[in-house]
């Protein structure tokens, strides 16, 4: 979970640190999961960092393959968890990655959702 703790903490340095190395631990490769999940709420890095609006943490999470579907416990995404807390730079990050990897059928949902939000503004 010290990915949760970088992601909370907009540790970016800590991060990569992470996610670049392996470690050996007894002669055991470690390998980081980048979409564990925290026990509380079933919370990804990349919703933690949405959460907290830590956009190069968010770009460094999806660069490094994290899954931006995943829901929590609460069915919330990374980009819902973004959009409710405001953090802006965070949904246009996350609605980018959408638009590269191939739009899925919840993140097109909530971009038009966004979309009609913006317009209202």
Request: one cysteine or more.
């Amino acid at each position: 979970m010290v990915l949760h703790v970088a992601a909370r903490e907009n540790s970016i340095n800590c991060a990569e640190a992470i996610l670049s190395h392996s470690h050996s631990s007894h002669g055991k490769a470690v390998h980081v999961e980048v979409d564990a999940l925290a026990m509380e709420h079933r919370q990804t890095p990349l919703m933690t960092a949405a959460l907290h609006g830590n956009v190069d943490i968010v770009r460094l999470l999806v660069a490094a393959g994290a899954d931006i579907d995943r829901q929590t416990s609460g069915c919330s995404t990374a980009l819902i968890v973004a959009c409710h807390y405001g953090h802006v730079d965070c949904v246009h990050a996350l609605l980018g990655r959408c638009f590269i990897i191939g739009t899925t059928a919840a993140s097109e949902k909530y971009r038009m959702k966004y979309d009609e939000r913006m317009r209202t503004t």
